[in-house]
């Protein structure tokens, strides 16, 4: 009996390699593990934000940052397996990842440098401490909404910021959704790496969006989480032609290693 509930905690694949939904069983233990890891989670994650933001120096709030995003996966009981990061280049870099769940975000804290800001959507901004943090930490905010004047401006500042160096961060789907498969990318990411001549690094995120599933607040522990870090693509041209190679090749290189369909 408890080979079995080992077996049905730590498995996140069908035979074929697709995400198999929750069995009831799944969903029973992942509510009775977040009575428990839940709390834990929250003072967790409220002491080390109300810690970092006191803390002076953006590149040492930063590392604060990554060291409390690591020790928050380890307390939800997430296993963590990360291949290619070698690969990522020391300068300045744009990494495209899939989206899948809230999780992503922490994910990518724990597993990039602490060089790597993040594009995030304005509205996190609003949000009491989340909001503070966010900004202590250098993150850039963009408009995901109607309003075209900031929207143009939140471009420009991220423009701006790949022009000055900056490691970045983004989601190109610029959402997530309960049902699995990659949606659409936005070109924001691929014009400003053509731009600036910046190389775009993709990743594939796999096991996120069965370990917190949108709509949900009731994490998987036993979960395994495997990313994987593709080879840099770099620009070579100055073109909307190659804004569209970029863009088509970072998606099948993220397709490539992801147990999901294309949902473009």
């Not at 994987?228 to 770099?234: E, S, V, Y």
Request: proline content about 7%; glycine content about 8%.
């Amino acid at each position: 009996m408890v080979n079995k509930l080992s077996q049905i905690i730590m498995s996140n694949f069908g035979p074929h390699g697709e995400i198999e939904p929750r069995k009831p069983l799944e969903n029973w233990l992942s509510r009775l593990g977040s009575v428990v890891s839940l709390p834990l989670a929250s003072l967790w994650t409220l002491g080390n934000a109300s810690i970092i933001c006191l803390i002076p120096g953006q590149l040492r709030r930063r590392r604060m940052a990554r060291a409390s995003a690591r020790g928050l996966l380890r307390l939800l009981g997430l296993r963590i397996q990360a291949h290619g990061l070698p690969s990522l280049p020391p300068g300045r870099c744009i990494v495209v990842a899939n989206h899948a769940s809230y999780l992503d975000g922490i994910l990518l804290t724990a597993i990039l440098p602490p060089r790597f800001t993040f594009v995030i959507k304005r509205e996190m901004a609003d949000f009491p401490l989340v909001g503070l943090l966010l900004r202590r930490l250098g993150s850039l905010f963009v408009d995901r909404g109607g309003n075209s004047a900031r929207a143009s401006a939140d471009s420009h500042a991220i423009l701006q910021g790949a022009a000055q160096g900056k490691a970045i961060g983004i989601f190109p789907e610029g959402t997530f959704k309960r049902q699995s498969g990659l949606l659409p990318f936005r070109s924001g990411a691929f014009v400003t790496a053509v731009k600036h001549g910046i190389p775009i690094c993709p990743i594939t995120i796999n096991g996120t969006r069965r370990a917190l599933p949108a709509q949900s607040y009731c994490i998987l522990a036993g979960t395994r989480i495997v990313i994987t870090m593709h080879q840099p693509l770099i620009p070579e041209l100055r073109s909307r032609q190659e804004r569209l190679r970029l863009q088509t090749q970072a998606r099948e290189a993220i397709l490539s290693a992801l147990n999901e369909p294309d949902r473009e």
